[in-house]
């Protein structure tokens, strides 16, 4: 099982308590291991603006990425979870994919993709909800949706090409994605965002979107936050539900619109809240389940669990 999408090294930093060996979120060591994760994304989640928490103001977005990724190194470390340098480590146990949310982080200063690649960061993800120097984030304004890349936007894509980072789609507003696809070297992917003609929110993805990446060979992670899950759903709502119904929703139709190589999972883990019927990775066998019951076969919820993600990750690795 390979989880595209977690928010766990960003908590930890931001609350400053608990360690990935024990802790109150959703993902620690015990889970991964009995969920039987293989490679698990933590991403170095970047917070800008009224985001930067108080103790932390004054510091540079490139500084807070530093922090973070210092933060990833001894959580990894003390928990023993090693870095995923090769798709092939994944057959060894639960491994850390190293992944960043929020472009900004970098400055507008492309050189600095190498820097994160060396740390062996896989996905960049360019934009979280702000405009910054790559491009436009997910928005319900259909003029600032329409907004492509910056031009920064666009040498960072041809530079993640490059250097064999794989470019991550969600958050982004429909112009960068098209500007995505254009530019981009390989395939690309969605870490955690599910289908916009299920649940209407900017954050998910248009049919067209979900086709686009799948003839790229990219995938799309399903997410679990109940915003983009269910109609109505506000992302704030501690009582909001993220129910497994609404996930097999999604999930069938991701797979009816763009087949069995697009699907993938981006839980949002320690990046959401609600009640989740799905509350850590060692419930997803749960989901499985679910989408069992709902006739998808085994070796299509094999490539959905793992083999996508390792598809995807390969491809990067040839790239290097
Ligand atoms: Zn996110």
Redesign the pocket.
């Known amino acids: 099982m390979i989880d595209l999408?977690s928010d766990t090294i960003y908590s930890l930093w931001r609350d400053g308590h608990g360690s990935l060996i024990s802790n109150s979120l959703s993902i620690d060591k015990d889970s991964l291991e009995r969920g039987g994760v293989t490679g698990q994304c933590f991403a170095l989640f970047t917070p800008m603006h009224d985001l930067v928490p108080a103790a932390h103001r004054g510091e540079s977005p490139w500084e807070i990425l530093n922090a973070l990724h210092e933060r990833f190194i001894s959580e990894t470390e003390k928990a023993a979870i090693p870095l995923m340098r090769h798709v092939r480590d994944l057959d060894g146990g639960v491994h850390a994919i190293l992944t960043t949310?929020e472009g900004g982080a970098i400055e507008g200063d492309i050189s600095r993709l190498s820097i994160l690649r060396s740390w062996g960061v896989r996905i960049f993800g360019l934009t979280?909800n702000w405009e910054n120097e790559l491009g436009y984030p997910n928005s319900r304004d259909p003029d600032a949706m329409r907004k492509g890349l910056k031009e920064k936007g666009i040498e960072a894509v041809r530079e993640c090409g490059r250097l064999g980072m794989i470019v991550d789609v969600?958050?982004l507003s429909d112009g960068g994605f098209m500007d995505v696809a254009r530019y981009a070297e390989g395939p690309f992917i969605a870490t955690?965002s599910n289908a916009r003609s299920v649940t209407d929110v900017p954050r998910n993805l248009t049919d067209d979107e979900l086709r686009m990446l799948a003839d790229n060979g990219g995938i799309a992670g399903l997410n679990l936050c109940p915003a983009f899950l269910r109609d109505g759903a506000s992302a704030d709502d501690a009582d909001a539900v993220s129910a497994i119904s609404d996930m097999v929703r999604h999930t069938m139709h991701i797979y009816r619109t763009a087949g069995e190589d697009a699907l993938a999972i981006g839980t949002?883990f320690d990046?959401i809240s609600g009640k989740l019927e799905i509350p850590s990775p060692d419930r997803l066998y749960l989901l499985r389940d679910a989408l069992c019951r709902s006739g998808i076969a085994q070796s299509v919820l094999d490539k959905m669990w793992e083999g996508n993600a390792k598809r995807v990750l390969s491809f990067a690795e040839e790239e290097v």
Do not use: A, L, R, T
């Open positions: 999408h949310e979280w969600s958050h955690h949002d990046g």
